[in-house]
């Protein structure tokens, strides 16, 4: 992680940016505990909330982007990942 800049030589983020253990793991901590969430699935979530949409044409790392919300493409992952793995849980297709 220090060669990669993402830490200094002590241990410390390089970037105020970049979140601690603590933060990075706090959104899927939030996501298995929540009562909010009940009933739900197939949700994006970031920053101990359910995601919002991305607006297009922005540089900003916030929110799902159009293209991750595409069923046809979640498909054709779904069928390449069992291909490659050898295992289909659901056929889908």
Do not use: H
């Not at 200094?8 to 996501?31: E, I, P, R």
Request: hydrophobic residues 40%; aromatic residues 8%.
């Amino acid at each position: 992680m220090i060669a990669a800049g993402w830490i200094d030589k002590a241990g410390n983020l390089a970037d105020s940016t970049f979140k601690t253990v603590q933060q990075g793991a706090a959104t899927q901590v939030w996501a298995a505990t929540s009562q909010q969430l009940n009933g739900l699935g197939g949700l994006y979530c970031e920053d101990c909330d359910i995601a919002v949409r991305a607006t297009n044409g922005t540089d900003t790392l916030v929110g799902v982007r159009d293209y991750a919300l595409n069923p046809q493409d979640a498909l054709r992952l779904w069928d390449l990942s069992a291909k490659l793995t050898g295992i289909n849980t659901f056929e889908l297709s």
